[in-house]
Protein backbone atom coordinates (compact mmCIF):
# COMPACT_ATOMS: atom_id res chain seq x y z
CA UNK A 1 0.00 0.00 0.00
CA UNK A 2 0.64 3.53 -0.08
CA UNK A 3 2.01 5.53 3.08
CA UNK A 4 3.40 8.76 4.23
CA UNK A 5 4.92 9.70 7.52
CA UNK A 6 5.44 12.35 9.58
CA UNK A 7 5.08 13.25 13.33
CA UNK A 8 1.63 14.60 14.77
CA UNK A 9 3.27 17.56 16.62
CA UNK A 10 6.38 19.48 17.32
CA UNK A 11 6.93 22.28 19.75
CA UNK A 12 9.96 24.70 18.97
CA UNK A 13 10.83 28.42 20.13
CA UNK A 14 10.82 31.39 18.09
CA UNK A 15 14.19 32.49 16.36
CA UNK A 16 14.83 28.40 16.15
CA UNK A 17 15.10 25.76 13.39
CA UNK A 18 13.20 23.27 13.23
CA UNK A 19 13.26 20.19 10.79
CA UNK A 20 10.22 18.03 9.86
CA UNK A 21 10.75 14.62 8.81
CA UNK A 22 8.77 12.93 6.58
CA UNK A 23 8.69 9.20 4.56
CA UNK A 24 7.22 7.62 2.28
CA UNK A 25 6.13 4.37 0.14
CA UNK A 26 4.24 4.83 -3.20
CA UNK A 27 3.86 2.89 -6.23
CA UNK A 28 6.24 5.00 -8.29
CA UNK A 29 7.71 8.41 -7.77
CA UNK A 30 7.19 11.75 -9.79
CA UNK A 31 8.07 14.37 -6.85
CA UNK A 32 7.95 15.31 -3.03
CA UNK A 33 5.68 18.39 -2.13
CA UNK A 34 5.22 20.48 0.74
CA UNK A 35 2.20 22.77 1.83
CA UNK A 36 1.41 24.56 4.58
CA UNK A 37 -2.00 25.16 6.30
CA UNK A 38 -2.84 27.55 8.97
CA UNK A 39 -5.95 26.36 10.93
CA UNK A 40 -9.00 27.02 9.18
CA UNK A 41 -7.49 27.87 5.57
CA UNK A 42 -6.55 26.14 2.69
CA UNK A 43 -3.20 24.09 1.98
CA UNK A 44 -0.84 26.93 0.71
CA UNK A 45 2.68 25.74 -1.61
CA UNK A 46 5.70 25.50 0.28
CA UNK A 47 8.42 23.36 -2.16
CA UNK A 48 8.44 20.94 -4.61
CA UNK A 49 11.32 18.30 -4.79
CA UNK A 50 12.00 15.50 -7.18
CA UNK A 51 15.92 15.57 -7.61
CA UNK A 52 17.74 13.83 -4.25
CA UNK A 53 19.30 17.09 -2.47
CA UNK A 54 18.13 20.36 -1.17
CA UNK A 55 15.99 23.31 -2.26
CA UNK A 56 16.46 26.58 -0.34
CA UNK A 57 13.52 28.69 -0.27
CA UNK A 58 14.50 31.79 1.70
CA UNK A 59 13.71 30.88 5.22
CA UNK A 60 12.38 27.19 4.53
CA UNK A 61 14.57 24.59 2.62
CA UNK A 62 13.34 20.79 1.46
CA UNK A 63 15.67 18.00 1.03
CA UNK A 64 14.78 14.71 -0.90
CA UNK A 65 16.50 11.37 -0.69
CA UNK A 66 14.81 8.99 -3.14
CA UNK A 67 16.87 6.01 -2.40
CA UNK A 68 15.57 6.33 1.20
CA UNK A 69 12.33 7.63 0.42
CA UNK A 70 13.00 10.58 2.91
CA UNK A 71 12.51 14.09 2.96
CA UNK A 72 12.54 16.66 5.53
CA UNK A 73 11.56 20.75 5.86
CA UNK A 74 13.90 22.93 7.33
CA UNK A 75 12.28 26.17 8.98
CA UNK A 76 15.13 28.39 9.76
CA UNK A 77 14.49 31.71 12.27
CA UNK A 78 11.07 30.79 13.45
CA UNK A 79 8.65 33.33 13.56
CA UNK A 80 4.83 33.06 15.48
CA UNK A 81 3.36 32.83 12.07
CA UNK A 82 5.33 29.51 11.15
CA UNK A 83 2.33 28.26 13.71
CA UNK A 84 0.81 25.88 11.75
CA UNK A 85 0.50 21.93 9.81
CA UNK A 86 3.02 21.10 7.45
CA UNK A 87 1.57 18.35 4.71
CA UNK A 88 3.82 16.35 3.12
CA UNK A 89 2.52 14.81 0.10
CA UNK A 90 4.32 12.22 -2.48
CA UNK A 91 3.21 12.16 -6.19
CA UNK A 92 2.85 8.42 -7.32
CA UNK A 93 3.16 6.66 -10.67
CA UNK A 94 -0.49 7.73 -11.80
CA UNK A 95 0.24 11.39 -10.91
CA UNK A 96 -2.16 11.61 -8.28
CA UNK A 97 -1.05 13.12 -4.68
CA UNK A 98 -0.55 10.82 -1.72
CA UNK A 99 -1.10 13.29 1.44
CA UNK A 100 0.46 12.62 5.16
CA UNK A 101 -2.01 13.81 7.87
CA UNK A 102 0.44 16.85 8.83
CA UNK A 103 2.49 17.82 11.61
CA UNK A 104 1.29 20.27 13.52
CA UNK A 105 3.95 22.56 14.36
CA UNK A 106 3.74 24.66 17.52
CA UNK A 107 5.94 27.84 18.15
CA UNK A 108 6.73 29.23 21.60
CA UNK A 109 8.24 32.95 22.32
CA UNK B 1 -7.38 37.68 -9.97
CA UNK B 2 -9.39 35.23 -7.89
CA UNK B 3 -7.96 31.85 -8.29
CA UNK B 4 -10.06 29.20 -6.91
CA UNK B 5 -13.15 29.70 -5.59
CA UNK B 6 -15.92 27.62 -3.52
CA UNK B 7 -19.17 27.85 -2.49
CA UNK B 8 -20.81 27.33 0.05
CA UNK B 9 -18.23 28.72 2.52
CA UNK B 10 -20.23 26.31 4.92
CA UNK B 11 -23.36 24.31 4.96
CA UNK B 12 -25.49 21.91 7.38
CA UNK B 13 -27.33 19.09 5.88
CA UNK B 14 -29.97 16.66 6.56
CA UNK B 15 -29.19 13.37 5.73
CA UNK B 16 -30.57 12.22 2.68
CA UNK B 17 -30.16 15.45 0.74
CA UNK B 18 -29.08 16.06 -2.37
CA UNK B 19 -26.26 18.50 -2.19
CA UNK B 20 -24.05 20.32 -4.70
CA UNK B 21 -20.28 21.86 -4.05
CA UNK B 22 -19.22 24.52 -6.18
CA UNK B 23 -15.82 25.19 -7.53
CA UNK B 24 -14.50 27.41 -10.16
CA UNK B 25 -11.33 28.21 -11.02
CA UNK B 26 -10.14 31.18 -13.35
CA UNK B 27 -6.29 30.21 -14.17
CA UNK B 28 -7.08 27.92 -17.22
CA UNK B 29 -5.85 24.96 -15.66
CA UNK B 30 -6.22 21.52 -16.92
CA UNK B 31 -6.36 19.44 -14.18
CA UNK B 32 -8.76 19.76 -10.91
CA UNK B 33 -9.18 17.70 -7.57
CA UNK B 34 -11.98 17.22 -5.09
CA UNK B 35 -10.73 16.18 -1.64
CA UNK B 36 -11.45 15.70 2.11
CA UNK B 37 -10.02 16.47 4.79
CA UNK B 38 -10.82 14.75 8.11
CA UNK B 39 -9.17 15.44 11.43
CA UNK B 40 -6.55 13.23 12.09
CA UNK B 41 -6.10 11.78 8.58
CA UNK B 42 -4.46 13.48 5.17
CA UNK B 43 -6.03 14.50 2.46
CA UNK B 44 -8.01 12.17 0.31
CA UNK B 45 -8.56 12.33 -3.00
CA UNK B 46 -12.66 11.71 -3.87
CA UNK B 47 -12.17 12.41 -7.87
CA UNK B 48 -9.90 14.49 -10.49
CA UNK B 49 -10.21 15.26 -13.76
CA UNK B 50 -7.18 15.94 -16.38
CA UNK B 51 -8.67 18.11 -18.84
CA UNK B 52 -12.25 19.47 -19.25
CA UNK B 53 -14.59 16.66 -20.40
CA UNK B 54 -12.85 13.76 -18.62
CA UNK B 55 -13.08 12.77 -14.62
CA UNK B 56 -11.69 9.76 -13.13
CA UNK B 57 -12.12 8.35 -9.46
CA UNK B 58 -9.79 9.01 -6.73
CA UNK B 59 -9.30 7.33 -3.44
CA UNK B 60 -12.77 7.74 -1.77
CA UNK B 61 -15.71 8.31 -4.83
CA UNK B 62 -18.23 6.68 -3.35
CA UNK B 63 -21.16 8.60 -3.19
CA UNK B 64 -19.96 11.57 -4.84
CA UNK B 65 -20.06 12.33 -8.46
CA UNK B 66 -18.76 15.14 -10.53
CA UNK B 67 -18.80 16.80 -13.96
CA UNK B 68 -16.21 18.88 -15.97
CA UNK B 69 -17.94 20.43 -18.63
CA UNK B 70 -15.89 23.02 -19.53
CA UNK B 71 -12.19 23.60 -17.89
CA UNK B 72 -13.30 26.34 -15.24
CA UNK B 73 -15.89 24.48 -13.60
CA UNK B 74 -16.07 21.19 -11.07
CA UNK B 75 -18.86 20.91 -9.51
CA UNK B 76 -18.83 17.96 -6.60
CA UNK B 77 -22.26 16.63 -6.10
CA UNK B 78 -23.36 14.19 -2.96
CA UNK B 79 -26.79 12.02 -4.26
CA UNK B 80 -27.78 11.37 -0.73
CA UNK B 81 -25.48 12.67 1.93
CA UNK B 82 -25.04 10.31 4.76
CA UNK B 83 -23.40 11.39 8.28
CA UNK B 84 -19.84 10.31 7.33
CA UNK B 85 -19.59 12.56 4.54
CA UNK B 86 -19.22 15.52 7.45
CA UNK B 87 -15.61 17.07 6.56
CA UNK B 88 -13.91 19.79 5.06
CA UNK B 89 -13.79 19.51 1.58
CA UNK B 90 -11.42 21.31 -1.13
CA UNK B 91 -11.01 21.90 -4.17
CA UNK B 92 -7.77 22.35 -6.09
CA UNK B 93 -6.16 22.91 -9.81
CA UNK B 94 -3.08 22.54 -11.10
CA UNK B 95 -1.85 23.43 -14.84
CA UNK B 96 -0.68 19.66 -15.39
CA UNK B 97 -0.87 16.74 -13.39
CA UNK B 98 2.72 17.15 -12.22
CA UNK B 99 2.29 20.72 -11.42
CA UNK B 100 1.57 22.32 -8.18
CA UNK B 101 -1.91 22.24 -6.69
CA UNK B 102 -3.44 25.12 -5.49
CA UNK B 103 -6.30 25.15 -3.41
CA UNK B 104 -9.60 27.25 -2.87
CA UNK B 105 -10.65 28.39 0.37
CA UNK B 106 -12.56 24.81 1.34
CA UNK B 107 -16.66 24.14 2.29
CA UNK B 108 -17.01 22.78 5.69
CA UNK B 109 -19.81 20.65 5.36
CA UNK B 110 -21.96 19.04 8.35
CA UNK B 111 -24.40 16.15 7.29
CA UNK B 112 -26.51 15.28 10.36
Aim: with cysteine; hydrophobic share 35%; net charge neutral.
Amino acid sequence: GQNIDQPTEMTATEGAIVQINCTYQTSGFNGLFWYQQHAGEAPTFLSYNVLDGLEEKGRFSSFLSRSKGYSYLLLKELQMKDSASYLCAALDSNYQLIWGAGTKLIIKP
Amino acid sequence: IAGITQAPTSQILAAGRRMTLRCTQDMRHNAMYWYRQDLGLGLRLIHYSNTAGTTGKGEVPDGYSVSRANTDDFPLTLASAVPSQTSVYFCASSEGTTDTQYFGPGTRLTVL
